[in-house]
Every structure is written in C-alpha cells, then in structure tokens.
C-alpha cells in the first residue's frame, strides 16, 4: 500500500506493515444498505468498515481513550473495484506512522469470491486516515500521551 505521512510524522518503522505491526481485520458482508442505485457499494460503506477494523485495532492495543480524543484531519479513499450486495469483504486497518500530535493509518477493503478456498481477495478500496490528538476540551493538538505511545510502538 502506498504510504502518505504528513512533514511532521516520525515514521514508527517503515517496515510495520510487512512484520507484523499494529493492525486489526474486520469481515463483513455488503448488506442491502452498504449499496447505492447501481447496486454496488456506496463510497460510505468503505468508511464504515474501515472504522470498524480501527475500533477493533484500539481495542486490541487496549487504548480505549483513542476515538474521544482523536478526531480525522485528513482521509483519502481510492477505489479500484466494485463491491456486490451478498460479497464477504475484509477491512485491514494498520498504523503506517506516529508523529508528535498525529498518527496516520492505512487500510485496504477487499472484496472476495463467494465459496473460493484461499481466496486474497481483489482490492476494492485503499487509502490512509490521519487522525490528530485532540484532548476533551482542548480546541488543538497536543503530543499523545506517554502510554499511547508506549502502546502503539511496542515491538516497533
């Protein structure tokens, strides 16, 4: 995937996602309300599942703090295939780069065939988030916590 990180980013390591970094799947299937008229997925349904899989990550780094205080600054979605009402999709999310006050994710949404055994899937979606540290009540950012950091670079 391809890596977007902000001039004030500290690359956590350029390797993460190729060694087991911090990162967190979600299986879903494209519902009846995930397509648009065309009858393939709408835009949003790509943001959705991706957000899923960025819960699921903080859940697993146990960073329950991470959503009230890290609102988007910066998103970008490509799309490269079409996804069908029925289809399994599987949502990666992995953390690409952790900078003073931000951090930025990157995802892949892939779409794969009903029934095929060892299927990788064709990339329907990919793109980055980055999100800002933003304190309840601050109005700007502010470094992330010691134990975020901690949490997120373990094994960095």
Same mark, same amino acid.
């Given at each position: 995937?391809?890596?977007?990180?902000?001039?004030?980013?500290? $690359?956590?390591?350029?390797? +993460? /996602?190729?060694?087991?970094?911090?990162? =967190? +799947?979600?299986?879903?299937?494209?519902?009846?309300?995930?397509?648009?008229?065309? #009858? !393939?997925?709408?835009?949003?349904?790509? $943001?959705?599942?991706?957000?899923?899989?960025?819960?699921? $990550?903080?859940?697993? $780094?146990?960073?329950?703090? /991470? @959503?009230?205080?890290?609102?988007?600054?910066?998103?970008?979605?490509?799309?490269?295939? +079409?996804?069908? @009402?029925?289809?399994?999709?599987?949502?990666?999310?992995?953390?690409?780069?952790?900078?003073? &006050?931000?951090? &930025?994710?990157? @995802?892949?949404?892939? #779409? !794969?065939? =009903? #029934?095929?055994?060892?299927?990788?899937?064709?990339?329907?979606? @990919?793109?980055?988030?980055?999100?800002? !540290?933003?304190?309840?009540?601050?109005?700007?950012?502010?470094?992330?916590?010691? !134990?975020?950091?901690?949490?997120? &670079?373990?094994?960095?």
């Amino acid at each position: 995937m391809p890596q977007s990180v902000p001039d004030n980013a500290r $690359l956590v390591r350029e390797d +993460k /996602y190729l060694d087991g970094g911090p990162e =967190a +799947k979600v299986e879903r299937i494209v519902e009846w309300v995930d397509t648009d008229a065309s #009858g !393939h997925q709408h835009n949003s349904a790509i $943001l959705r599942w991706v957000e899923s899989a960025e819960a699921e $990550l903080f859940r697993n $780094l146990d960073l329950p703090d /991470y @959503f009230p205080s890290a609102p988007r600054v910066q998103q970008v979605i490509n799309y490269k295939a +079409k996804l069908w @009402f029925g289809q399994r999709v599987i949502a990666t999310v992995r953390i690409a780069a952790l900078g003073r &006050t931000s951090m &930025t994710m990157e @995802f892949e949404v892939r #779409g !794969h065939s =009903a #029934g095929a055994a060892g299927d990788a899937g064709e990339v329907a979606a @990919f793109g980055s988030v980055t999100t800002a !540290h933003v304190p309840p009540g601050a109005t700007s950012a502010h470094p992330w916590p010691e !134990h975020f950091v901690a949490a997120v &670079t373990a094994g960095a």
